[in-house]
C-alpha cells in the first residue's frame, strides 16, 4: 500500500541547519509530485513547497523562500526538505504528502496521501 | 497568490444536524478546489476534490459544490466522527494554499 515515512526532525538550534526525509513506497515516485506542508502547534496547514517530478522545477511558499530547498532522488524513493537559517516560526509538524492527478483529463485531484507528519522545534 | 477565507471559523453542531462550511477564493480558481477533515494529532485526509467530487471511501454524507470563488462543503446528518477541522485548498496554481480552517465542535 503506499506509505509515506518521514524522518530526521527534533530540536534545533536558531539559525542552524535540519533536512527531513521522506521515503515513500507502493507507488512509482518518479510519476508524482510530492509536496511538504506545515502545521504549527494549535495553527493551521501552511503549504510549504514542491519539487517537480525530476528535481528540474521548485515552488516554495515566500516564508521559506531562499532558506528551504526541496530536492528528490527517484532512485531511492526519496524526497528531501533541506532547511537553513531556522526560525522559531519554523517549529511545526512538517507532513509530506502525494498530490493525484488525472492523466486523462490533466486535472489535478488533490493531496491523497499524508505521511504521519514530523516534528521540527526551533529553539535555543 | 490566491488567498482562501473560510467561514466560520468556529462551529458547534449536534449529532443529526446538517452543517456548511463555505469557503471564498481570492480570484477565480474554477473547480480546482479539495477539502480535508483533520482530527487532534492526525495528518490530514482528503474528503472532496474537483469541488464536488468524492474521494473514495468517504461517506456520502459529505458533498461539496461550487466554482469560481464561492464554494460550499456540506456535512448531512453529522456524526459523532465528524468532529473534526475542516480545510479547503486550492489546486490551481502554487503555491497551493489552504483556508484556515472551520473547527467543528460538540454542541
Known amino acids: 500500500q503506499v506509505q509515506l515515512v518521514e524522518s530526521g526532525g527534533g530540536v534545533v538550534q536558531p539559525g542552524k541547519s535540519l533536512r527531513l526525509s521522506c521515503a515513500a513506497s507502493?507507488?512509482?515516485?518518479?510519476?508524482?509530485?510530492i509536496h511538504w506542508v506545515r502545521q504549527a502547534p494549535g495553527k493551521g496547514l501552511e503549504w510549504v513547497g514542491v519539487?517537480?517530478?525530476?528535481?528540474?522545477?521548485?515552488y516554495y511558499a515566500d516564508s521559506v523562500k531562499g532558506r528551504f530547498t526541496i530536492s528528490r532522488d527517484n532512485s531511492k524513493n526519496t524526497l528531501y526538505l533541506h532547511m537553513n537559517s531556522l526560525r522559531a516560526e519554523d517549529t511545526a509538524v512538517y507532513y509530506c504528502?502525494?498530490?493525484?492527478?488525472?492523466?486523462?483529463?490533466?486535472?489535478?485531484?488533490?493531496?491523497?496521501?499524508w505521511g504521519q507528519g514530523n516534528l521540527v522545534s526551533v529553539s535555543s | 497568490d490566491i488567498q482562501l477565507t473560510q467561514s466560520p471559523s468556529f462551529l458547534s453542531a449536534s449529532v443529526g444536524d446538517r452543517v456548511t462550511i463555505t469557503c471564498r477564493a481570492s480570484h477565480d480558481i474554477s473547480n480546482y478546489l479539495a477539502w480535508y477533515q483533520q482530527k487532534p494529532g492526525k495528518a490530514p485526509k482528503l474528503l472532496i476534490f474537483?469541488?464536488?467530487t468524492l474521494q473514495g471511501g468517504v461517506p456520502s454524507r459529505f458533498s461539496g459544490s461550487g466554482s469560481g470563488t464561492e464554494f460550499s462543503l456540506t456535512i448531512n446528518s453529522l456524526q459523532p466522527e465528524d468532529f473534526a477541522t475542516y480545510y479547503c485548498q486550492q489546486l490551481k496554481t502554487y503555491p497551493r494554499t489552504f483556508g484556515q480552517g472551520t473547527k467543528v465542535e460538540i454542541k
Open positions: 507502493g507507488f512509482p515516485f518518479g510519476s508524482y509530485i
Open positions: 504528502t502525494r498530490e493525484n492527478y488525472n492523466i486523462l483529463t490533466g486535472f489535478y485531484t488533490g493531496f491523497d496521501y
Open positions: 474537483g469541488a464536488s
Open positions: 519539487t517537480s517530478y525530476d528535481g528540474s522545477n521548485e
